[in-house]
C-alpha cells in the first residue's frame, strides 16, 4: 500500500468513526437538552476556524490568498449542507436521516454528469439502482415517518450535493489544500449564520438555560468532532472524489442504523431491514465495479 492509499484509508475510517459520534452526540443535544439547530452549527464553524488558525500557526499549512468573493458561495451552500442536515437529524430518526444522505451519491453523480460532462460506465450506474430502491423502502416504511423531517431530508440531499462537487472544484480551481480552503470558508459561513441565528435563536434561549457538565462537555465534544469531520471530507473529496466520500459514507449508514435502533430505541420495521440489505448490496457492487475501473485503469497506465 502506498502512501496515498495509505492516507486516504485513514482519512476515510476517520471520517467514519469520528462522524459516526458526532451524530449521536448531535442526536443527544436536540432531543435530551433541545440545544438550538443554527447556533450549534455556527459553532462548528467557529470552532473549526480556531483549530485550523493553532494548526497554521504551527506550521501544518500556510496561508493561501484567493478572493474572498469567489468563497462565497461554497460558504453559503456549507451553511445549507450542515443547518438541513442537521435539522433532517433533529426532525428524523437517525436511521432515517443516515437513509436520505444516500441518495446523495445518484444526485451527485447527474451534476458531475450535466455540469461538468463526467461519464459513468452503464456497470457503475446499474449499481445505483438497489441503492435508490432500499432508500426508498427504508423511507417509506419509517414507523416515525414526517412530512417536515422529509421535507429538511430532500432539501440537504440537493444542497449536499452540489456542495459536495463544488468542494472539489475549487480546490483544483484554486490549488488549494483541504485546511487552506476551510480556513476561508468556515469563518465566512459562521458570520453568514448569525444574522438567521438571531432571529430564530435568541442568544437568551442559551444563557437562561442551566447547564449541566455533561451538557456543556456534549456541545464541546461536538465542536471538536465538526473539525475533524469537516477537515476529513475535504481531504477525502479533494484527493479522490465526491462519488468516493459518499460511498465511504455507506459505511456510515449501516453502522449509524444499529446504533440508532441500539441506543434510540428507534424500531425497524421488516420492509426497512429489506433496503437496509439491499442499499448495501448497491454499495458492494459499486466497489467492486470501481476497483476494477482503477486496476484497469492501472494496467493500461504501465503498458
Request: charged letters at 10%; proline letters at 3%; a positive charge.
Amino acid at each position: 500500500m502506498d502512501s496515498k492509499t495509505f492516507k486516504t484509508v485513514l482519512a476515510v475510517l476517520l471520517n467514519i468513526g469520528i462522524s459516526i459520534a458526532m451524530v449521536l452526540v448531535n442526536k443527544y443535544l436536540y432531543v435530551k437538552v433541545g440545544f438550538p439547530n443554527v447556533t450549534l452549527t455556527l459553532m462548528h464553524f467557529a470552532s473549526t476556524f480556531i483549530c485550523l488558525h493553532f494548526c497554521q500557526l504551527y506550521g501544518m499549512f500556510p496561508i493561501k490568498k484567493v478572493p474572498i468573493t469567489k468563497i462565497i458561495p461554497l460558504s453559503i451552500t456549507f451553511c445549507g449542507f450542515v443547518v438541513l442536515t442537521n435539522l433532517s437529524l433533529e426532525n428524523n430518526s437517525v436511521g432515517t436521516y443516515q437513509v436520505a444522505k444516500v441518495i446523495t451519491t445518484p444526485c451527485v453523480m447527474l451534476i458531475q454528469y450535466y455540469a461538468y460532462g463526467q461519464k459513468f460506465s452503464m456497470n457503475v450506474i446499474f449499481t445505483v439502482i438497489p441503492i435508490v430502491l432500499g432508500v426508498c423502502l427504508n423511507f417509506m416504511y419509517d414507523l416515525k415517518y414526517n412530512t417536515l423531517g422529509t421535507m429538511y431530508a430532500l432539501l440537504g440531499v440537493i444542497v449536499t450535493s452540489f456542495y459536495q462537487v463544488l468542494v472539489g472544484a475549487k480546490q483544483k480551481e484554486f490549488q488549494m489544500s483541504s485546511m487552506q480552503l476551510l480556513y476561508y470558508q468556515a469563518p465566512i459561513s459562521a458570520v453568514i449564520l448569525i444574522v438567521p441565528m438571531l432571529i430564530f435563536e435568541p442568544v437568551s434561549n442559551i444563557t437562561d438555560a442551566s447547564w449541566e457538565l455533561i451538557e456543556v462537555g456534549a456541545v464541546l465534544f461536538s465542536c471538536l468532532m465538526a473539525f475533524g469531520v469537516n477537515l476529513s471530507i475535504y481531504w477525502i473529496i479533494g484527493n479522490t472524489s465526491a462519488l468516493t466520500y459518499n460511498m465511504a459514507g455507506h459505511i456510515k449508514f449501516c453502522l449509524l442504523i444499529a446504533t440508532g435502533f441500539l441506543l434510540f430505541d428507534e424500531p425497524l420495521s421488516v420492509n426497512q431491514i429489506f433496503g437496509f440489505f439491499l442499499t448495501l448490496a448497491g454499495v458492494i457492487a459499486y466497489t467492486h465495479q470501481r476497483m476494477k475501473q482503477e486496476t484497469t485503469a492501472k494496467e493500461t497506465k504501465s503498458n
